[in-house]
């Protein structure tokens, strides 16, 4: 098992930035492709931007391209979400995830990881 917890979401304004934390334990965390997804009130989760398991190799949905970075520390066993830019429509609970298999491009969108974090709330005020 892979616990995941989310941390530093919270109320910005519109073009502010957040920095979303996640710290992993109970397995090798290195062992492990980490992403981002994200779920607006009425609507699917939606995948944001994944991690290959050393960093080298990252994949963004294009809605935040550009806006967002993910990156990963495996020796403190955390991946961050850097968020800037922030819209309205950011406005989501945001989770990250973790699988041993990493997804590739057009297929990070059918990703489906194993384990999940409880999610942390981004609420842009415009």
């Known amino acids: 098992q892979v616990q995941l917890v989310e941390s530093g979401g919270g109320l910005v304004q519109a073009g502010g930035s957040l920095r979303l934390s996640c710290a992993a334990s109970?397995?090798?965390?290195?062992?492990?492709?980490m992403g981002w997804f994200r779920q607006a009130p009425g609507k699917e989760r939606e995948f944001l931007s994944a991690?290959?398991?050393?960093?080298?190799?990252?994949y963004y949905a294009g809605s935040v391209k550009g806006r967002f970075t993910i990156s990963r520390d495996n020796a403190k066993n955390t991946v961050y979400l850097q968020m800037n830019s922030l819209k309205p429509e950011d406005t989501a609970v945001y989770y990250c995830?973790?699988?041993?298999?990493?997804?590739?491009?057009?297929?990070?969108?059918?990703?489906?990881?194993?384990?999940w974090g409880q999610g942390t709330q981004v609420t842009v005020s415009s």
């Open positions: 991690i290959s398991w050393g960093g080298e190799t990252t």
């Open positions: 995830a973790a699988d041993r298999n990493y997804c590739s491009g057009a297929g990070c969108f059918e990703w489906t990881p194993n384990y």
């Open positions: 109970g397995r090798t965390f290195s062992n492990y492709a």
